[in-house]
């Protein structure tokens, strides 16, 4: 019996790892594996490189992705980081620099 008393501490520690490390990182794995897998052509995405690309063809491991107007790569599906929502700027909202002129006004 006191040899299990002594072990509690380390079983503890071993618990606590396992709920605070490697089941989030398991879930996000999964996660991420069913965001590459749903990919469809015309979707925006970040690759892990961090450059925006609009993905444009599908193959088993690898895809087709359009980083400016004419330029195509293929890349592997797992550089796939996320899927963006596309934004679109509208110049009312007046999101330039603070005290800037709007595009063709005169300051």
Request: net charge negative.
């Amino acid at each position: 019996m006191p040899e299990l008393v002594q072990l509690l501490p380390l079983i503890g520690v071993i618990v606590l790892i396992y709920l605070l490390m490697i089941r989030p990182a398991a879930r996000r794995n999964r996660e991420l594996a069913a965001l590459q897998s749903a990919l469809t052509a015309g979707d925006r995405v970040m690759l892990t490189s961090g450059f925006f690309a609009t993905v444009r063809a599908l193959d088993d491991d690898q895809i087709q992705v359009e980083l400016a107007e004419g330029v195509v790569v293929t890349v592997a599906r797992g550089a796939v980081a996320r899927v963006v929502e596309p934004t679109v700027h509208d110049p009312a909202d007046g999101d330039g620099p603070a005290g800037a002129p709007e595009p063709g006004q005169e300051s």
